[in-house]
């Protein structure tokens, strides 16, 4: 037996392992295949009544899989006896049990506040339960890193980091064999074969792919000297290649970048927009820390240079991100987005600190925090759900009571239109708080507020928003477009006898909607047919088989372009006139009406693209 084989064998028998070692945790997984399965088989209509129970089974063995790998992990590597290994299995399933019961019974959405009328488990439960589900995997990671002699939390991140991607390889080529085979049969030998096989084997694949994961893991029981652990928790040579002469590179060079812009940021101000800067820190400060804790046993000069410099860096950048913050609050206010960025920038400071004072020893510390604040995330009163309505909230009561727009517990229409800085910013709130999932509103805020039309009712202006933030700068755009809806309102329509309707695109070409209409003189036959390459519509009416009308709505086109300049895609309100097109033969005259038109240029191929939604045919005969 060769070495590629031994390897192989040895992955699969790890995963035979898994079974005996970690029963509670493959039993969950056992589970959630099941239900996948079970969905599988259901057709939607069937499906739609047990939804929600599906949705809470996933979710409830998905936290018992990795649950059960931390208590059994905890178990072996402390106790290892068996009623310690029976119990840390027994308390892997009264989570499963647990977390289908708190999420039955009390994770579910509200069905009518979107007009979804289908109950699912809310995006606050579902939160919840990721973040149960993270802190078991980060608990998991630091009891593998047990006993320091043989281990530490660098190591057996990359373990498992390790675990994951061996498995993931597995499973691709377990998923595309399997997948080859089946296409084959159906090729071949049975061409009515469901799509729904491809399904199950798709369950059936990560099942397995599961098992291989956990099943990739030493012995950690306690006084057990594993040998392959030193081989598992190493880094090889293709990784150390990977860290060392890529990853530190492009790390370094982002903080060169991010050290430049703090320079420019005190000489010229921020310049670029909030949302773009909070993702590049995120990265930033998640991947670098990350990175930090992978090259922990780096011995080359550059990942050492790295260790010394990125939490100094961190340090200064973050500072830079906190005015940035500071200024974004001060003009918005805090949303999601600003909530969870201070979050990840009170742990990236904390970190970068800890890595200064504790190097190494910082790990544990690290990942405690993390999970803090991923706790604190979710939280009744201090979670993302709560403390950016408060926010919201006190912003918007206070710019409606300046504005005499809030009078005892009640909305009042201005009787003066207010300065444009005031309406962008209750715009903005309203928008905010109207969508935010099972947000706890005053009785004054209709849930329907932020519809134009109530807006408009209750506070007496139009709804307006802030110009959105120029992110990417003067970048060539490589698409313009020019993109019209048809306005609101009554059109009055004279002199027609037909209103014909050609949606359904069903007719005799591919892309093109056909309809008949019997008139005075015989049968008409309406096409509406859509070139599959560039879009254009061509309008074709026969009068018993008779080509009488065909042309297309190019001519269409070139009126609307004499008006509208390429630019990017925002929809502009476009008049009756503007979206009507006018027809004629010796037989029929024909007005198009347009709901929507779009069409564009592509600089860079030097492609043109057109869509037309027909909303109403009318047509009458001469």
Known sequence: MNAFTRSISKVFKGAFGAFQAYPASIASAVGFAIVTMVRIQLDWPEQEAYNFLFNCLHLAFAVGAIFSLMTVTAARSKYNTEKAFLAANLLGAAAVVVTFLLLYFFGGSAPD?????????????????TVVIF?????????????????????ALLMTHKAFFIAAIYG????????????????????QMSYKVYQYLGTLVGFLTFTIFVGYFPDFRKGAVDERRETLQKQPRFIEVLFEFIMIPIALALTVVLLLWTGKTLMAGQGASFMQLSGIATSYAVGGT??????????????????????????LILAFEAWALIVQLGRYGMKTAEYAFLLVWIVA??????????????????????????????????????????AQLSRLEGLLVSENLLQEDQLVPAAQEPERPVREAITDAVTYLAYVEGAKLPVWFDEKLAQ???????LG???IWPEPEDIYGDYPQEVMNVALMLENGAFEIEDYRWAIRLQNYEGKYGGAATTEVEGERGTYEIDWITDQMSGM??????????????????????????????????????????????????????????????FSVNVKEDAMRYWINLDVLYMREK
């Open 349 to 390: 400071v904390a970190a970068a600190v800890l890595l200064i004072l504790k190097k190494e020893k910082a790990h544990v510390l690290i990942v405690a925090l993390i999970c803090g604040a991923a706790v604190l995330s979710v939280l009744p009163v201090m979670g993302y759900h709560s403390v950016p309505v408060r």
């Open 113 to 129: 506040r979107f007009a979804d009328m289908i109950v699912r488990v809310s995006g606050l439960s579902a939160a919840r339960v």
């Open 290 to 315: 990350w990175l930090h804790i992978m090259v922990t046993h780096n011995t080359s000069s550059l990942a050492k240079f790295y260790r010394k410099v990125y939490p100094f860096a961190a340090l």
């Open 135 to 155: 802190i078991s995997l980060m608990g998991f990671i630091v009891l593998a890193s047990k006993p320091e002699e043989q281990s530490d939390f660098s190591r």
């Open 537 to 598: 519509p061509t309008l074709e009416i026969r009068l018993n088989d008779q080509i009488i009308l065909e042309e297309s709505m190019r001519g269409y086109f070139d009126r609307i372009s004499e008006s509208y300049d390429l630019g990017q895609r925002n929809y502009n309100e476009a008049t009756f006139e503007e979206m009507s097109h006018k027809l004629e033969s010796d037989e029929v005259e024909v007005l198009l009406v347009f709901e929507n038109v779009d």
């Open 461 to 463: 202006f139009e709804q």
């Open 452 to 458: 134009p039309a109530q807006f408009k009712a209750q």
């Open 172 to 191: 691709a080529v377990m998923m595309s064999g399997t997948s080859a085979v089946a296409g084959a049969i159906q090729a071949l030998l049975y061409r």
